[in-house]
């Protein structure tokens, strides 16, 4: 079987340093406010390169509280891809603003022509998912600035390359990311010191300015990240190893998605018009794949290629010949 990640592998390769490191702070009787918390935000803040990292349990209440801590004006509107996870819209309904969906380009990222035809007058942020790992496109913050709204980031797939300028952004260390806790985590970065002080206060209940929720990180997802922050690099380098591999041998007979440079290839996808008979292909050889995202999509392009993706294993702890074997089986097909 060549599953989709192989976080059994990854375990076994980190396992007596993840309990070596927990086992310090719990023998101290600290499940949540031990100094492998700032330790980790200090390493995100440094590697994100912005002045200020927050931990949350997960990125998707980063996101939430990070959009409710703005405290907009009631019925402001936020421009979302509508090809994304579905965290990233319900966090905007979260935060009680209101998601207006869009359109998406040939990255998979939010197209900007689309985006401008949808700004109304409570139109407050655009909120750029930067899916499967490329980074943010480098007219961003030109385009925001010309329709006066605020920039908000999803990077929870694009941890370790070139983050947008943006008010915040908010990371994801979720099992099958390249950064992975062994449970579930996320950030909040920025370089604006208020908004990580606001992020701080309200990921414990809050206070009397700041309505808060619970989403502290716990010192064990805290060590395992520690422990996966050093192996980032490594683990980014093997991702994109794999990603060359599957261009170099899949481009005669297969489509793909645009990357843009410094991709972190969280997601590895290829497009087939064929795309349910491939996966079944797949399937029927032991190769695990996944349809990002299987839902019914409005927008025309996000309906496009809703019906003609499918995301491969791309895993760092993939074999050569796991990967060789991927190859081989979509060749046949």
């Known amino acids: 079987m060549v599953k989709f990640f192989n976080l059994d592998r990854h375990w076994d390769s980190v396992r007596d340093r993840v309990q070596t490191l927990t086992d310090d702070?719990?023998?101290?009787?600290?499940c949540q406010k031990s100094p492998v918390i700032q330790r980790v935000e200090s390493r995100i803040a440094t590697i994100a390169n912005r002045l200020r990292a927050v931990t949350f349990s997960n990125c998707s209440d980063a996101l939430a509280q990070g959009l409710r801590n703005l405290q907009l004006p009631s019925g402001s509107e936020v421009l979302v891809p509508e090809y994304t996870f579905i965290s990233s819209i319900n966090a905007i309904r979260l935060a009680g603003l209101n998601p207006v969906l869009v359109d998406v380009d040939e990255f998979y990222h939010i197209d900007l022509l689309d985006a401008a035809s949808k700004i109304s007058n409570n139109t407050r942020v655009l909120l750029y998912v930067t899916l499967l790992g490329s980074p943010a496109r480098s007219d961003i913050n030109e385009w925001c600035s010309k329709y006066n709204l605020l920039l908000v980031e999803d990077a929870a797939q694009s941890f370790g390359t070139d983050l947008a300028n943006s008010a915040f952004s908010v990371l994801s260390f979720s099992p099958s990311k390249?950064?992975?806790t062994f449970g579930s985590g996320g950030a909040l970065v920025t370089d604006d010191v208020p908004t990580s002080w606001i992020a701080k206060q309200t990921r414990l209940h809050g206070n009397q300015d700041y309505i808060g929720i619970n989403s502290m990180m716990s010192t064990t997802e805290?060590?395992?990240l520690q422990i996966n922050l050093g192996l980032l690099d490594e683990h980014l380098a093997r991702r994109r190893e794999i990603a060359n591999h599957y261009f170099r041998e899949l481009t005669d007979k297969y489509q793909f998605p645009k990357y843009r440079k410094g991709c972190t290839y969280s997601k590895f996808i290829i497009q087939s018009t064929s795309r349910d008979d491939l996966k079944l292909h797949l399937d029927k050889n032991n190769i695990q794949t996944m349809i990002h995202y299987n839902k019914e999509f409005t927008q025309p392009?996000?309906?496009?290629?809703?019906?003609?993706?499918l995301t491969l294993p791309n895993c760092s702890y993939m074999t050569d010949q796991e990967v060789e074997r991927v190859i081989k089986c979509l060749k046949e097909f």
């Open 301 to 309: 392009n996000c309906k496009k290629l809703s019906k003609i993706s």
């Open 222 to 224: 805290a060590s395992a």
């Open 25 to 30: 702070s719990l023998s101290l009787g600290l």
């Open 178 to 180: 390249p950064c992975p």
